[in-house]
C-alpha cells in the first residue's frame, strides 16, 4: 500500500499513516443489493461465539459490499444454517473462512452441506497479507460498502504495529472488535482471486 511504501522505504512523513485503511470514507456509497441471476459472489466469514460476532459479508464480482450478517451468542446449528442459507441467496457464492481454532471444525461442516468453502489460517505472519490486500482494494477503489456503522467504525480504528521482530501487525484496539474488517478482507481475497493452499502457509512459515 501506498502509504506504508511512503513512510517505511521514502521516509516521508505521511499525515494519515496511523489510519490503516485512508480513503475509507470515499468508498462508503450505495446499499445493499438482492443478488442478480448468474452474477458471481464471493463471501468472507468470521467466525465467533460469545464475546466477539460472527460476520458474513458478501462481494459481487464488482467489489461492491451486497450482504452483511453480524450476530452472536448463538448455536452452532443456528451460525451454520444462517450462513449457509446467505450464500445459498447469493448464487451459492464461495466464501472465505477464518479457519483458526474453532473455525476449523466449522469450515468441514460447510464443505459436508455441499457450501464451496476455503479456509485461510491465521498465525503472526498471515494476516498482513490479507489486510494489505484489503487496503489496496480500497487505496484503488476497487471495493466499495454501504455506510454500515460496526464496519466502518472497525475499519477507521484498526491499528498496524511493527513488532519487536520487525513483522507488521494488524488489529483492532484492545477491547474493540475486528470480525467486520476480517470479514470484509477474506471476501475480497476471494474476489481478487487469490489462491493459497496450505503448503504456501508451509513455506512461508506461516
Known amino acids: 500500500p501506498s502509504q506504508i511504501f ?10 494519515d499513516a496511523s489510519m490503516v485503511f485512508p480513503g475509507v470514507w470515499e468508498r462508503t456509497v450505495g446499499e445493499l443489493q ?20 460472527t460476520v458474513l459479508t458478501i462481494l459481487n464480482s464488482n467489489g461492491s459490499l451486497v450482504y452483511f450478517a ?12 444462517r450462513v449457509v442459507t446467505g450464500l445459498r441467496k447469493y448464487n451459492n457464492a464461495v466464501v472465505w473462512v477464518d479457519s483458526t481454532g474453532v473455525g476449523d471444525p466449522f469450515l468441514e461442516n460447510l464443505k459436508k452441506s455441499n457450501v464451496d468453502a476455503r479456509g485461510y489460517v491465521f ?5 498482513a497479507p490479507l489486510i ?30 511493527i513488532k519487536t521482530t520487525g513483522h507488521v501487525g494488524y488489529s483492532a484496539p484492545g477491547g474493540y472488535h475486528d470480525d467486520c474488517v476480517i470479514s470484509l478482507a477474506l471476501a475480497f481475497w476471494g474476489m481478487r482471486g487469490i489462491r493459497v493452499t496450505q503448503s504456501d502457509f508451509d513455506r512461508f512459515g506461516f
Open 6 to 15: 511512503r513512510q517505511e522505504y521514502l521516509a516521508e512523513f505521511v499525515d
Open 34 to 53: 438482492d443478488p442478480i441471476d448468474k452474477m458471481s459472489y464471493f463471501a468472507g466469514l468470521d467466525i465467533a461465539r460469545h464475546r466477539d460476532f
Open 70 to 81: 453480524r450476530f452472536n451468542k448463538s448455536s452452532w446449528g443456528v451460525m451454520k444454517n
Open 123 to 127: 498465525t503472526k505472519l498471515s494476516k
Open 132 to 161: 494489505e490486500n484489503l487496503i489496496l482494494g480500497i487505496e484503488e477503489e476497487k471495493i466499495v460498502f454501504p455506510y454500515i456503522e460496526e464496519l466502518v467504525n472497525e475499519l477507521m480504528m484498526f491499528e498496524r504495529t
